[in-house]
């Protein structure tokens, strides 16, 4: 089961795997079941919750998850114990926190607004009036790891975070542009920097709710960083020995270790940094 994004876990943690006859009286809050797929003849279910029970969603930190006793029943936010699951864990629930967003937010047909219907085991929705067929989404992001001529790393820190919180540029590819051409238009756009080569460095489903992350490293060919005010409140350029210096005596708080922002920096850093 999942409740937004939230996956249930025991100790571990490893994710809190039932069968639909040990959910109990836990079957009335499932609105429908969607298969996930199968390995070594064992298959995976998703469930949809029902609103009501979606709304009771109590949250568990980090710590609390992976001192629960074995057997334990508790959920936590996917992003903050992403990095701590099995390969097999993490890409269940990252596969069930997506599909299971779209069905929540497509219940009826975007063109005539009738019911639609579940076929293809939850992979895809059919208006029974039209016929249309409607398939779960996915959003192109792209992120950036923007380096300069002095190999100083751009970070920034967007409007919403809490204060201490750096990480890299990023931001949605937009109707008509290359993932290339998303780079340097969000990077000129919330920085004012001007970009040159563009590389490709790999990618990440990031379903919160639909997202795939499409990672580059960039070369930087200004480096007068203005942070535009509405995305961005600041950014500012680090070398290696100013980032683990901020990093160290708590003055910047990087990215967690589920997001691909983290794995950029650390690329480029040479190492690991402390944090979570």
């Known amino acids: 089961m999942v409740r937004g994004a939230l996956v249930p876990l025991r100790?571990?943690?490893?994710?809190?795997?039932?069968?639909?006859?040990e959910l109990g009286e836990r079957t009335g809050d499932v609105v429908r079941w969607l298969y996930l797929g199968s390995q070594d003849d064992v298959g995976y279910l998703a469930a949809v919750l029902s609103d009501d029970a979606a709304a009771d969603s109590p949250t568990d930190s980090p710590t609390d998850v992976a001192a629960a006793g074995a057997g334990a029943d508790r959920w936590a936010l996917l992003r903050d114990v992403g990095a701590a699951l099995s390969d097999r864990d993490a890409g269940l629930a990252t596969m069930a926190v997506g599909l299971v967003a779209w069905h929540r937010s497509l219940a009826h047909c975007p063109r005539c607004g009738a019911g639609l219907l579940v076929e293809e085991s939850g992979w895809l929705l059919r208006c029974?009036?039209?016929?249309?067929?409607?398939?779960?989404r996915t959003d192109p992001a792209v992120i950036v790891a923007l380096v300069d001529a002095s190999d100083r790393l751009l970070l920034?820190?967007?409007t919403q975070w809490s204060p201490l919180r750096?990480?890299?540029?990023?931001g949605f590819v937009e109707p008509g542009e290359s993932a290339e051409q998303a780079v340097r238009r969000e990077?000129?756009?919330e920085t004012g920097v001007r970009v040159g080569a563009v590389a490709y460095l790999g990618s990440q489903p990031w379903?919160?709710?639909?997202?795939?992350?499409l990672a580059f490293r960039a070369a930087a060919e200004t480096t007068e960083v203005t942070a535009d005010g509405v995305e961005l409140s600041k950014a500012r350029w680090f070398t290696r020995a100013e980032l683990s210096g901020d990093v160290d005596a708590g003055r910047v708080t990087l990215p967690g270790r589920t997001s691909i922002a983290r794995l950029m920096i650390e690329d480029w850093f040479g190492g690991t940094l402390p944090g979570e």
Do not use: K
């Open 207 to 213: 379903p919160f709710p639909a997202s795939l992350m």
């Open 187 to 189: 990077v000129a756009e």
């Open 11 to 21: 100790g571990g943690p490893v994710l809190d795997l039932r069968g639909p006859s």
């Open 166 to 170: 750096f990480s890299t540029v990023a």
């Open 156 to 158: 920034a820190h967007a």
């Open 128 to 136: 029974p009036l039209d016929a249309s067929a409607h398939y779960p």
